[in-house]
């Protein structure tokens, strides 16, 4: 395991090419995104301290996202197969649980649900991460989303 000190900005993997990493969050916030064959992004997930950031393609195929640091950053990073350590499994388990919390959560909760959803799931980013970023994660637009919160 080796530490990396990241910029706001930096990118640590690009959607296409082989990584074979897992990335653990000690002080910052990454997240992971994609992008349409229209050049619009899709934010998938965000790791801020304590969490850990992965793309579930095996080391040897071409990864699905790209991960970046939105905040200048500490991070951790093993490889794959340290995936495989009984120690890590609960944090794993706890961001499996959040992802299906969230594609359920996606399939038919209203505007506001969403946004509800994820406040009490990132709590301590909300402020830290500008709405546009928000409405892409909750896969609206941001005037969709100022238009939800209005009305709440």
Not at 12 to 39: C, H, M, W
Not at 91 to 105: A, F, P, S, T
Request: charged letters at 25%; proline letters at 5%.
């Amino acid at each position: 395991m080796s530490t990396i000190t990241l910029k706001k900005g930096d990118i640590l993997q690009r959607a296409g090419e082989l990584n074979s990493k897992i990335y653990r969050v000690n002080f910052g916030l990454l997240r992971s995104y994609s992008l349409d064959k229209k050049g619009k992004e899709h934010i998938f997930l965000f790791a801020p301290e304590g969490t850990v950031m992965v793309d579930h393609i095996p080391p040897n195929v071409p990864a699905d996202l790209f991960i970046d640091a939105l905040e200048d950053s500490v991070v951790s990073v093993l490889d794959k197969n340290f995936f495989n350590s009984h120690q890590n499994m609960p944090e794993m388990i706890h961001r499996i649980d959040g992802l299906q919390k969230r594609v359920i959560m996606l399939m038919g909760g209203s505007i506001l649900d969403r946004y509800e959803h994820f406040v009490a799931t990132y709590p301590q980013i909300v402020s830290r991460i500008p709405q546009r970023m928000i409405a892409s994660y909750l896969g609206v637009t941001p005037e969709a989303l100022s238009k939800a919160k209005r009305k709440k």
